[in-house]
């Protein structure tokens, strides 16, 4: 399997549901990113990882816990969530943060709240 | 604050009718510019990178070009399936952040 993997693919949940998304890049990238797309909106940046150290935190609500548990791997914990949380979630992998270098990007998880 | 700003924000072009795409920024020191395409439910998928100003990159029918302060995606007698989001991220000196544009939504009609 090539590029980066994004499992579930539609998901839905009660505000008060725990759920985790996952990701998995097979490029051998350094860098990991959590990114969430709203419609009309440009893609929001909410976690950075490089070499499994969290890098960045965009200001992101602690409903949302990511978790790099190796390089290949990202988890996105979710839990307490609000209907504004609703949105298409993206995972995307790169080289590596010294360089400029374009993200590949998985195929997201549509996340909908009740 | 930097900004990255598409336009137009919608396109509807006939089978063949070429036309171009526009991503401006208002950015110092950029690092480097990437076109992406992105298809209805799926993430989006690199295109270009452009690093300086004069820069041409091609693929089939698209070709992107950059100034010091736009890049342009040309398309080239498109075709219906040329049909997507195409997305434009900029990223600048100093930091590894990427900022996208919202996307210019192209249509090809047969």
């Known amino acids: 399997e090539t590029g980066v993997t994004q499992t579930p693919r539609h998901l839905v949940m009660g505000m008060t549901n725990k759920k985790s998304l996952k990701c998995e890049q097979h490029l051998g990238h350094n860098a990991m990113y959590w990114y969430k797309q709203s419609a009309k909106k440009p893609l929001e940046l909410m976690f950075v990882?490089?070499?499994?150290?969290?890098?960045e935190n965009n200001s992101v609500p602690s409903r949302f816990s990511p978790e790099c548990p190796n390089s290949s791997h990202l988890f996105l914990h979710l839990h307490t969530l609000q209907p504004e949380d609703s949105a298409l979630y993206l995972c995307?992998?790169?080289?590596?943060?010294?360089?400029?270098?374009?993200?590949?990007f998985g195929d997201g998880t549509r996340l909908s709240i009740l | 604050e930097d900004q990255v700003t598409q336009s137009p924000e919608a396109l509807r072009l006939q089978e063949g009718e070429s036309s171009s795409l526009n991503c401006s920024y208002t950015v110092s020191g950029l690092r480097g510019l990437f076109w992406y395409r992105q298809d209805p439910g799926k993430g989006p998928e690199f295109l270009f990178t452009l690093y300086s100003a004069g820069e041409e990159k091609e693929k089939e029918r698209l070709k992107a070009t950059l100034t010091k302060k736009e890049s342009f995606l040309h398309i080239t007698a498109p075709k219906p399936e040329d049909s997507a989001t195409y997305l434009c991220a900029v990223q600048y000196s100093g930091t590894y952040k990427y900022i996208f544009g919202t996307g210019t939504r192209l249509k090809v009609l047969a």
């Open positions: 990882y490089s070499l499994e150290e969290r890098v």
């Open positions: 995307a992998s790169s080289q590596d943060l010294t360089l400029s270098q374009p993200q590949h």
